[in-house]
């Protein structure tokens, strides 16, 4: 069973960024597409970006379009969400995910087989 290790969560001030990452334990990223999900408090998960296997047509939705940028690293075997200009609305669990099928824009929940565990991100004003 695959599973998915990330890190780079934490809390920053409006304007700021962060760099999250999420790694494949036993197969390569190029095994996989993948996506990154956000639950904001009260709210539920959604998909903000996805990647396709082959590392291109990255997609957002229009909240992060701009600001987020999903990518894929084959030498360290890792995926990353850079974020910048982070604002309050963007405070939430992240998570990742990844499978080998992919539909649609890829975020929908339903399309991906392995999840990460989730980090959070705490942005203040």
């Known amino acids: 069973q695959e599973q998915l290790a990330e890190s780079g969560g934490g809390s920053v001030q409006a304007g700021g960024s962060l760099i999250l990452s999420c790694q494949p334990s036993?197969?390569?990223?190029?095994?996989?597409?993948m996506a990154w999900f956000r639950q904001a408090p009260g709210k539920e998960r959604e998909g903000i970006a996805s990647?396709?296997?082959?590392?291109?047509?990255?997609a957002y939705v229009d909240a992060v379009k701009g600001r987020f940028v999903i990518s894929q690293d084959s030498v360290n075997n890792k995926w990353y969400l850079q974020m910048s200009n982070l604002k309050p609305e963007d405070t939430g669990v992240y998570t990742c995910?990844?499978?080998?099928?992919?539909w649609g824009g890829g975020l929908k929940p339903e399309i991906w087989s392995y999840w990460g565990q989730g980090t959070q991100v705490n942005v203040s004003s």
């Open positions: 995910a990844a499978g080998p099928n992919f």
């Open positions: 036993r197969h390569g990223v190029s095994n996989y597409h």
């Open positions: 990647i396709r296997k082959n590392g291109g047509s990255p």
